[in-house]
């Protein structure tokens, strides 16, 4: 999977330890949606950062081998503009390694945008996605779901199977 990043434990992202996985692109939707220039999102300075082009068998690997984190959470840019990276990735740790610990996907679009993705990943069980772009002067709030505080109010995790 091409990816801006990995962090074996991070504990900013869900009210568990979780393997991030920053990935590795993103369209602005946010901003352009917000009238915003790309440079007011959180994550514009990933955009020129390298990629890595890590093996799935490597980065399930690297989690199965710590003991802290329970989950592992996409995030960064904009984990649907690879859907089918990320897809093989979670099949690969649900099918070939027997896993199903929870998957945490933050995404900018709205559930409606992404129906198809969101029943494909159902079928995988254990998945949580946070939906909702980012909207500047909202204010952030506590998610239940998640148990971390989301940065504008029209953003929801929903536990989707």
């Known amino acids: 999977m091409i990816i801006k990043a990995i962090v074996d434990e991070d504990f900013v992202n869900y009210k568990h330890p979780v393997m991030y996985i920053g990935t590795a692109h993103c369209n602005g939707k946010c901003c352009k949606d917000a009238g915003a220039p790309l440079s007011m999102c959180q994550n514009d300075e990933w955009r020129a950062s390298a990629t890595v082009d890590m093996d ?58 992404i129906a198809l993705f969101v029943n494909e990943l159902s079928l995988l ?22 148990g971390v505080y989301l940065s504008s109010d029209n953003q929801y995790a929903e536990v989707i199977s």
């Open 125 to 146: 069980g254990n998945i949580i996605i946070k939906f909702g772009r980012f909207v500047p002067g909202h204010t952030r709030h506590f998610d239940e779901v998640l």
């Open 56 to 113: 799935d068998e490597d980065i399930i690997a690297r989690y199965l081998s710590n003991d802290i984190t329970s989950a592992i959470c996409f995030a960064g840019l904009e984990p649907f503009e690879q859907f089918e990276e990320m897809l093989a990735l979670i099949t690969k740790l649900r099918q070939e390694h027997h896993c199903d610990d929870t998957v945490v996907i933050y995404t900018g679009y709205n559930k409606n945008e």
